[in-house]
């Protein structure tokens, strides 16, 4: 497994941007596909998007495809998740995890996941 920790959530009007971090301190890192998942007040936790472990293949939800991007630095073991033209939706603590599986969507198939990080979107 590897340590994951979240951070650059926060509060921020409709419309506008954050960029979330994952930062690791394993070796693994490197060589683990990785992904982001959230979970809204009430709901149930929800696939984000996720990203191989060289950064060449990326999958995303389809509620944030066009807003989303997610990167990942591995000579800083860091990954990233921009996110741009925020909608009172995705209001939820977000969550960065280990991929075991890349192109699942399932949390079956994530581990090692991070403490998270809280986005509220205000309308």
């Known amino acids: 497994q590897v340590q994951l920790v979240e951070s650059g959530g926060g509060l921020v009007q409709a419309g506008g941007s954050l960029r979330l971090s994952c930062a690791s301190s394993g070796r693994t890192f490197r060589f683990s596909n990785m992904g982001w998942f959230r979970q809204a007040p009430g709901k149930e936790r929800e696939f984000v998007a996720s990203?191989?472990?060289?950064?060449?293949?990326?999958n995303y939800a389809d509620p944030v495809k066009g807003r989303f991007t997610i990167s990942r630095d591995n000579a800083k073991i860091t990954m990233y998740l921009q996110m741009n033209s925020l909608k009172p939706e995705d209001t939820a603590v977000y969550y960065c995890a280990r991929n075991l599986a890349f192109g699942s969507t399932r949390q079956v198939d994530f581990d090692s996941w991070g403490q998270g990080t809280q986005v509220t979107v205000s309308s």
């Open positions: 990203i191989n472990w060289s950064g060449s293949s990326t």
